[in-house]
């Protein structure tokens, strides 16, 4: 199993004003992402608008992204689909490349919302894979909770040895850990207490913005230093709650492009913040500055 402590930074993805993908930019920012310090990259996150990419041009952003990185940190990718023949097909792709671990979201569109059926998604995928699956639970956004009881369960097969947990609820979260399952914080407004909680690390979407900040924090917190950790945090929290309470892409795309990681622009049908909302925005990413 490989070890995912620290800031796993879910990356943007760089595109043109037309929607295409900019790969020139998508390997510009793994440099300077890495030079900031993180411990691993997810390569077409949700925050990379997963859901708007096809196939292709996911294989194509883990192809360019683990000969970028090079071994210099982590190398998630995310190969989540509802057809599970083609979570496979991804999922293999990437392990062909050298990831070191798969993202998979549980069937989100009228599939199984049942543990047993759950169970046997992952556990087909995991039948034909050897790398590390990170189940996804962000109930919020697919309707499905991975229980508990359900992650002790998938914690029994071969592979699915984490959890990526975007839900915000710390009840779960903690949890999570009592079963002693590997667990990654993914809801950015809990992501302090989640680690000083126990959790191994993060997937995080708001990092594109202040990855100095996020890798900063997670030494802060590893090294038992909270009253420090609560400091730096408390200048990261106006920005997080605001880019939590909904349009999150594009408003972590402003931010990034406010603080100099500019991923370009959106790509349908996402649209671009109204002028409120950059003026909002703006201020709260005031204390960062």
Not at 60 to 89: F, K, M, P, W
Not at 148 to 163: A, H, K, S, T
Not at 185 to 199: H, I, K, S, Y
Not at 204 to 221: D, I, Q
Request: include cysteine.
């Amino acid at each position: 199993m490989t070890d995912l402590k620290g800031i796993n930074l879910a990356m943007q993805t760089p595109m043109f004003e037309n929607g295409s993908i900019d790969y020139s930019r998508w390997q510009e920012l793994i440099d300077i992402y890495i030079d900031c310090g993180v411990q691993g990259l997810v390569l077409g996150a949700g925050t990379g608008q997963h859901p708007y990419l096809t196939q292709a041009e996911c294989n194509r952003l883990y192809e360019l992204g683990t000969r970028r990185i090079d071994g210099r940190c982590h190398v998630i990718c995310q190969t989540s689909a509802l057809n599970v023949n083609e979570v496979i097909e991804r999922s293999k792709h990437a392990e062909d490349l050298g990831a070191d671990a798969l993202m998979i979201l549980p069937p989100y569109l009228e599939g199984p919302e049942d543990d047993d059926g759950l169970f046997e998604f992952y556990r087909s995928i995991d039948a034909e894979i050897s790398t590390d699956i990170i189940g996804y639970n962000i109930p919020q956004t697919t309707g499905i909770g991975i229980s508990v009881d359900l992650f002790q369960r998938l914690n029994e097969l071969p592979n699915f040895n984490y959890i990526k947990d975007s839900a915000g609820d710390m009840s779960t979260h903690q949890a999570y850990l009592q079963t002693g399952g590997k667990v990654l914080n993914g809801a950015d407004p809990t992501t302090v207490f989640a680690l000083m909680a126990g959790a191994t690390g993060t997937i995080w979407g708001g990092a594109n913005y202040m990855p100095k900040e996020c890798v900063r924090l997670y030494h802060l917190v590893a090294s038992g230093d909270f009253n420090a950790a609560m400091d730096l945090w408390a200048t990261m929290i106006p920005s997080l709650l605001y880019i939590w309470s909904g349009n999150y892409i594009a408003k972590v795309k402003y931010a990034s492009r406010f603080r100099g990681f500019d991923g370009g622009a959106l790509r349908r049908p996402l649209t671009p913040l109204s002028a409120e909302e950059e003026r909002i925005l703006t201020s709260r990413l005031q204390t960062l500055t």
